[in-house]
């Protein structure tokens, strides 16, 4: 409203509209509507990106900030998808197997009640609105319960499920603050058939976590159909938003299988055949330059 009511004022002045134009579109309500999902963000970051970068380096920022230029690029955002699930999925199986690298920080009693508050504050009444699927929450390890350690998230209490977090081996202790996401609780043992007018048994409203944490290796995928050439998928590393660097095309990277038909087709040229079996036993070899066993 401040807004509108600046640039009203202005139009007056320079002489657009008279003044009772201006006070009845004050009048008038505002309708906000939702920002519209950013697509290129959100899906396909680092895709979007690289191709930023190469139309920037081929026509320069005038042409492309100012040209109104239309991009149409190969991306195909199932297969995107796809890629950002198995990428992000590895790259956590691969830390988890790595363990755990441990709380955030170690809160004394008398330090709760302040940390606890900031957080209510923070995440609003998640009582109510419940925790969110997907997203990663501080956590205050309250001490141990009948399912196992009771976790605080602002006024929110819940239980650490047993099962999703045996990787940590355990190491979060009262105290600790530590990250957890949303997670299924145990399985439950199949209900019984109830006697004659015996009441259900009071519904488990336990809310289940699980500790999470970000994970310190980094991968890429550059997914190419073979019958154009075109790029169908690019994921450059974990999370665009904290770490920009496009890994699948702006790191050194092992050269790994692609350099396989390099010395495939070596071989075949000096008469090996596809189906020739090597025997892959330890083999001494003299190095006359550095003199010594290889």
């Known amino acids: 409203k401040q807004q509108q009511k600046k640039v009203l004022e202005r139009g007056v002045k320079k002489g657009f509209f008279t003044r009772e134009d201006a006070d009845a579109a004050m009048a008038e309500k505002i309708d906000i509507h939702k920002e519209r999902p950013d697509l290129l963000r959100e899906v396909v970051p680092y895709y979007a990106e690289h191709v930023r970068r190469d139309l920037e380096q081929r026509y ?86 009948a399912h196992g350690k009771i976790v605080k998230i602002g006024d929110h209490e819940a239980v650490v499920s047993g099962d999703g977090a045996r990787w940590t081996g355990g190491r979060y202790h009262e105290g600790d603050v530590i990250d957890v996401e949303l997670a299924d609780g145990p399985k ?51 999370d665009f938003d904290s770490d920009e660097l496009n890994r699948s095309v702006q790191s050194c990277r092992p050269a790994g299988s692609s350099f396989k038909p390099i010395y495939y087709s070596a071989a075949i040229e000096k008469g090996y055949h596809v189906s020739q079996p090597i025997l892959d036993i330890p083999r001494s070899e003299y190095d006359y330059v550095r003199i010594q066993n290889w």
């Open 188 to 238: 439950k043992k199949p209900a019984r058939r109830l006697k004659k007018d015996e009441p259900p048994p009071p519904e488990d409203k336990t809310v289940f976590v699980t500790p999470f944490q970000e994970p310190a290796p980094r991968a890429a995928i550059y997914s190419i159909a073979p019958e154009s050439g075109y790029v169908v998928a690019m994921e450059g590393g974990y």
């Open 60 to 145: 320069g920022k005038d042409l492309l900030y100012g040209g109104g230029l239309r991009v149409e690029t190969a991306v195909d955002v199932k297969k995107q998808l796809y890629a950002q699930d198995a990428i992000v999925a590895g790259m956590i199986n691969m830390d988890k197997k790595e363990g755990w690298r441990g709380a955030w920080m170690k809160l004394q009693r008398g330090e709760w009640p302040a940390f606890i508050a900031k957080q209510k504050k923070y995440y609003g009444d998640l009582a109510k609105s419940g925790l969110m699927p997907g997203r990663v929450y501080l956590a205050l390890v309250m001490g141990a319960g």
